[in-house]
């Protein structure tokens, strides 16, 4: 067996400069992510959402980006899960993107507000009808007994909708991180990584500053 301290890789595909961003994290943050599609980075919206629990404990999973609009990062969940309780709670969050390919990985931190029905509608009716069944059918985070239930729920959804368009359930919908941190990590030979941080000040201005790996 691999000895875990023993895995390594060096980094040396690419280098980040600050004169060499744009002014804006967002558009910056678009500019990266064209270039991880380009590169073919294996499901280059999969981020890391972090929340925080009611003990003031960390929580994390993996979610997809699902959209930027009006320079917010948008995903879907159930709003009973254990992600939507712990963001009722506490409405702040971290998102994580890693690009191996390009060895390359995002932080970003802010608010997060849920999104209108009418746009979680629109995002809804946009999904395969069994990814709308499946959102329907889960008691997200919830104990269950065993996975004959999820069927037996998901064949009770089926013919309730049969012929029919699957109706968004309403404990399930958007949400919207809005930015005040955001940094850029480049890897670099022998662990010298480059990192540049944006941080939206009270002025509603974004700094930009070069972070020590």
Known sequence: ?????????????????????????????????????????????AMTLSTVKANNRPSSR?????GIESRKFLFYSNYLSNKGKELADNPFGALNF?????????????????????Q????????????QIGAATSPQSAIIENRQILEERTAKIEKQFENKEVIRPSQWGGYALIPNYIEFWQGRSNRLHDRIVYQLEDDNTWSKNRLAP
């Open 62 to 66: 993996v979610v997809l980006l699902k």
């Open 98 to 118: 890693f690009w191996r390919e390009l060895e390359r990985q995002v932080r970003i931190e802010g608010k997060i507000e849920l999104l209108s029905a009418k």
């Open 120 to 131: 979680s509608d629109q995002y809804f009716n946009s999904r395969p009808r069994g990814s």
């Open 1 to 45: 067996m691999t000895n875990i301290a023993d895995i390594r890789t060096d980094y040396s595909k690419n280098s980040l400069n600050k004169e060499d961003v744009l002014e804006n994290p967002v558009d910056q943050f678009s500019v990266w992510f064209k270039e991880s599609l380009k590169a073919e980075v294996h499901e280059s919206n």
